[in-house]
DNA sequence: AACTATTGGTTCGATTATAGAACCGGAAGG
DNA sequence: CCTTCCGGTTCTATAATCGAACCAATAGTT
């Protein structure tokens, strides 16, 4: 059992997004169908916390500072800054495009962390954001090396909400167990339009995917260059950071969905 | 009137700190002297909600990767990653040493964001760190630049708190005074032992203080090289910095405690 | 200037979610 | 085998929440 009151209270926070980042009190208790009683009482109280930030000047609200201080002690949990990053750091200047950190979460991939290139493409708006696990490069190869038993339920999400990746589940598990195979996936345009992908993935101290690492950019620049090569340098690099991270123990951020079914 | 109940949500959720990221169940609950089946509701509301996560091994609670989403969401808010950081850099690269950001939130400074050297010294653990305005140069140069009304209080709070920093009043006054007048502040040690800083202020569209920029190395090598100079840079960035911000209207995040007195 | 429609914020009694003692089943230790 | 810890659950008196009705202030309209 959960406490209602907290969970109206979280659902409020995730109203606040990059492309909405301010809300006035009356504006989200109309969007959230909640009385602006309580709406007002739980602002405050994110406010007296820290968590939300009320501008002087506008009275709307927004998030606030504390989330960068709790972000620090996840990045550090995960070991971002000192291992992860340094590597990806590597791969986008051996690359020269951008890398991106995808990680498993629930039963869903999010992009967590992203090194830019110098060139043109920039990706920090899409930092945060969730994915199934059927589209995308970054995302498939994930699912490509989750249990089969996992496989089966998301492969199924997919088909329910009509995914245009998977035309027959037979063809789509095939692809996957090629992906599997050859430790990488490759795709263009299927989460950020005209934008490629290769990605490889990246495992825990018991094997399990927790993630994957991807080089982005534009479809055109990812075509005309040896895609192979790039995947290369890549699985080598997804190889060394896994060989670390199993050492930290470092525990996949999966919860159990389909093992309760 | 700010919930009760959330307010003990969020009591919980700060107890995870860098320097004990994991929680068992009973242990947080005596540490808080709360009821475990109420840490254990709201745990659980909050890892459903992905605030936390349990480690399935462990069956301990950390913090969940919701954080590094809506972190980044503030960053945006704050252009830390688009405006701020690559001056950062910059500095980083001219001086040589470690740069600090520190915003002013509530009357506390807290370091924001780290540009590291490639020298030794690594403040990485220090991020989120809160303390009060009257101790180390980064939160000096703010309390010079603050208004006098409220500069008052934050002393008097040092002075109850028996602050070393302060032997009296009048002459921590004159010294803000100088601060304030020369631009910068600098001190040694006053933070982190054997680390010293120069500090320069970042003002927001209504010219208040919003927080800092420092350069902070080891003491022997700041007080070797020639501080006035590195000063002199790095008034002349924050003042960059400054004017491309109050452009974007980025309001300073401080609460009016004492306003309201 | 008066009227209306917003806004953020507050009050207070009926309702409802919460608090916490007592409980379970498992694991670790002696 | 017993004890003690652990995470997790149940149940009801009780305390916190909910929300209609309420301010006061501001902005736009007539």
């Known amino acids: 059992m959960s406490s209602k009151t907290v969970m109206k209270a ?5 109203m606040f997004s990059i492309h909405k980042p ?15 009683t309580i709406v007002h009482r739980l602002l405050t109280t994110f406010t007296e916390k820290g968590y939300l930030f009320k501008n002087p000047d ?9 989330f960068l201080e709790l972000s620090n002690v996840v ?38 962390k992203i090194v830019e290139s110098d060139r043109q493409v920039r990706f920090a708006e899409s930092i945060g ?8 490069a970054s995302h498939k190869v994930i699912l490509a090396n989750l249990p089969e038993d996992h496989q089966g339920g998301i492969i199924q999400q997919g088909i329910d909400s009509k995914a245009e990746e998977i035309e027959s589940v037979s063809v789509f598990l095939q692809r ?3 992906i599997k195979q050859q430790g990488w996936a490759y795709t263009s345009g299927e989460t950020i339009h005209e934008v490629g992908a290769i990605s490889a993935p990246l495992f825990d101290y018991q094997n399990q995917v927790l993630g994957s690492l991807s080089v982005a950019g ?18 080598k690099y997804c190889l060394e950071l896994s060989a670390v991270l199993s050492k930290v123990v470092f525990p996949t951020r999966r919860n159990y969905l389909f093992e309760k079914l």
């Open 176 to 178: 996957l167990a090629i």
């Open 129 to 136: 954001k969730r994915s199934p696990l059927y589209k995308g």
């Open 218 to 235: 534009p479809a055109y620049r990812l075509e005309e260059s040896n895609i192979e090569m790039t995947a290369t340098i890549l699985m």
């Open 58 to 66: 506008t009275q709307k609200y927004e998030l606030g500072i504390k």
């Open 75 to 112: 990045e550090e949990n995960l070991k971002i800054s000192e291992i992860i990053h340094p590597i990806m750091k590597k791969v986008a200047l051996e690359s020269g495009e951008s890398i991106v950190l995808t990680l498993l979460d629930q039963d869903e991939g999010v992009f967590m």
């Open 10 to 14: 979280l659902n409020i926070l995730e």
């Open 22 to 36: 301010c809300w006035g009190l009356r504006e989200l208790a109309n969007e959230l169908e909640m009385s602006h």
